[in-house]
Nanobody, 120 residues
Framework: QVQLVESGGGLVQAGGSLRLSCAAS????????MAWYRQAPGKQRELVAQ???????NYADSVKGRFTISRDNAKNTVYLQMDSLKPEDTAIYYC??????????????WGQGTQVTVSS
């Protein structure tokens, strides 16, 4: 089993910044990719940003230039630095980790979610 512990959400004014963290622990042999998704009320969950084991990143068009994803491989932790926040960034943010177990089967784990609220 793998546990994902998220932190860093909260309430911020438009134009402000927040940094989310997600630490993975458990029977992880290696991590293929780590990502952040978000889900706003009444909307589907969407990919915000992803970083692979090799460090390649991709972002949703709506956050390019404002958000930065990074990871600490030694700590199995992924971060999302969110700058120039807008009210439309308000959502529950979920950490996602795709990892291999001891028999090299790809697994998919989700964090519990952290609320980000941006006031206008």
């Amino acid at each position: 089993q793998v546990q994902l512990v998220e932190s860093g959400g909260g309430l911020v004014q438009a134009g402000g910044s927040l940094r989310l963290s997600c630490a993975a622990s458990g029977n992880i042999v290696s991590i293929r990719a780590m990502a952040w998704y978000r889900q706003a009320p009444g909307k589907q969950r969407e990919l915000v940003a992803q970083i692979t084991g090799g460090g390649s990143t991709n972002y949703a068009d709506s956050v390019k230039g404002r958000f930065t994803i990074s990871r600490d491989n030694a700590k199995n932790t992924v971060y999302l630095q969110m700058d120039s926040l807008k009210p439309e960034d308000t959502a529950i943010y979920y950490c996602n980790v795709k990892w291999y177990n001891s028999i090299v089967v790809l697994q998919d784990s989700w964090g519990q979610g952290t609320q980000v609220t941006v006031s206008s």
